[in-house]
């Protein structure tokens, strides 16, 4: 929606509007730095040699791949303050999957307020010019731009960029005066043998005028983390300079998680630990017919109730040896693999998980070609007073579209079963800052007991 103010003055009849348009535009003056010949030709050695330059306002750091800091990008002050303005007045769209929480803005690429015009025309023009000459590549035309806006417990996974015709990713922050505690840091990762993230080596605490940019490369892994501060808004304009693609190495495909037999049916445990209620034929048959029908169901106080808190406290108090399971752009978190021994079909494979603030699995490509039917069974413990607004909740999507199916949310003692087929993926919601920020100063997790049954 067009500001009222930027209405007024640009709106008209179509040829008025032309003239206007043109009149309405504030050019943009970059920083002293883009328009110096030197710092150009040193930035492109640099760059070109992975070695670490400054100058000024400019710096390029290589660790751990190559990116470039341009602080008092914008050379009037008064400029990104109008700036600023205008793109708060713009519409939000709330977005959020299982990479991402944040606001949208409307596209900016025909928006025609006279500061984001200022802007698109100076990062399109002359500054692309600038970046193409350093890397040496032809970079094309294309506006690719929008404005995001992350709040409170707002992130942005760990991911690469990689989109057809990305070349280099930009970001220019208008925040208020922002510090590491207040969350919402650029990470940046380095990577293993096999292009896969690993640990996050560098934090960039965003700064008001300051551009970041970097290559879209198989290592170009980052993140945005969570936004920790309950009043800040971190405002940017993110977008990527299109042009050729570097050469990507084929997709890393992690072993599979291996599958075991299935216990056979034993009478004596499931009197031991199952609810009689779900012991009864009748009952059982009831079960079943709505289950064909739905494909999902929720089995309440499944577990007897003494078994229930016994396993809750055992998981409390035991000493699991939790394996921090990643890479971050697939999952994060605390995971345990069990196994089967005993022979029989179908086959299945399960884990027990710890999950606490920070936790969360993504849709990834690799599981995407291997999905197959499949049933899911998840059993949660410890998570009486969890809200649904803490995140933690499994979410099935369709494959290709981001279309929500079904959303499973925690709930102490109920089983819940899914029956999926091979377009069905799914994730569990990165588990935000509100869940260990209610008042009481522990901070708060829950278990649960994942299997899924294959054919
Ligand atoms: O806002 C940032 O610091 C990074 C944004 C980003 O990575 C993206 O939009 O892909
Ligand atoms: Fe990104």
């Known amino acids: 929606m067009t500001s009222k103010r930027a209405q007024n003055e640009c709106n008209n009849t179509d040829e008025f509007k032309k003239k206007k348009r043109k009149s309405c535009e504030q050019s943009a003056q970059l920083c002293p730095g883009v328009e110096d010949e030197q710092v150009k030709t040193a930035v492109k050695e640099a760059w070109n040699r992975r070695t670490h330059y400054s100058k000024g306002d400019l710096e390029l750091d290589c660790h751990p791949f190559p990116h470039c800091i341009i602080r008092n990008f914008i050379s009037s002050e008064t400029f990104t303050e109008n700036l600023q303005r205008e793109l708060l007045e713009l519409n939000f769209h709330e977005k959020s999957n299982d990479l991402y929480k944040f606001k949208q803005s409307d596209d900016l690429k025909k928006r025609k307020e006279p500061h984001i015009t200022g802007l698109r025309t100076a990062l399109f023009g002359p500054f692309r010019s600038w970046l193409g000459e350093v890397l040496g590549v032809e970079l094309e035309p294309t506006v690719d731009i929008s404005c995001a806006k992350y709040e409170y417990t707002d992130v942005l996974l760990c991911h690469d960029d990689e989109l057809e015709g990305r ?8 925040v208020p005066p922002w510090q590491s505690s207040d969350g919402g840091t650029l990470d940046l990762y380095s990577t293993d043998s096999h292009f896969q993230p690993q640990s996050k080596m560098k934090s960039l605490v965003p700064s008001w005028n300051t551009l970041i940019l970097f290559e879209v490369s198989p290592v170009s892994f980052h993140q945005v983390s969570e936004v920790l501060s309950q009043d800040k ?3 940017s304009l993110s977008g990527w300079f299109h042009g050729p693609s570097l050469e990507r190495p084929p997709r890393h495909i992690e072993p599979p998680i291996p599958r075991n037999p299935h216990l056979p049916r034993d009478e004596t445990l499931l009197m031991e630990w199952v609810n009689p209620q779900y012991l009864d034929i009748s009952y059982q048959e009831q079960i079943q017919t ?3 029908n739905s494909s999902e169901i929720q089995l309440k106080d499944f577990v007897r109730e003494e078994k229930f808190r016994e396993v809750r406290e055992a998981l409390r108090l035991a000493e699991i040896q939790w394996m921090k399971r990643g890479p971050p752009n697939k999952r994060q978190g605390m995971f345990e693999r069990l196994a089967y021994f005993v022979p029989s079909t179908p086959m299945c494979c399960g884990e027990v998980r710890r999950w606490s603030h920070g936790s ?3 849709l990834h490509d690799a599981e995407a070609a291997q999905a197959e039917y499949a049933l899911d069974l998840v059993l949660p413990f410890g998570c009486a007073d969890w809200l649904s607004e803490f995140g933690g909740f499994t979410c099935y999507v369709a494959n290709e579209e981001d279309e929500e199916l079904l959303t499973v949310y925690p709930e102490d003692n109920s089983l ?3 029956y999926r087929d091979k377009e069905t993926l799914k994730f569990v919601k990165h588990v935000n800052h ?5 008042g009481s100063s522990t901070c708060r997790e829950f278990y649960d007991f994942s299997f899924t049954y294959y054919e």
């Not at 070349?167 to 208008?174: H, T």
């Open 233 to 235: 808004c971190r405002l």
């Open 167 to 174: 070349r280099v990713a930009f970001i220019l922050y208008l």
């Open 434 to 438: 509100k869940s260990s920020s209610d």
């Open 290 to 292: 709505e289950f064909e």
């Open 416 to 418: 819940a079963l899914v």
């Open 360 to 362: 969360y699995t993504l």
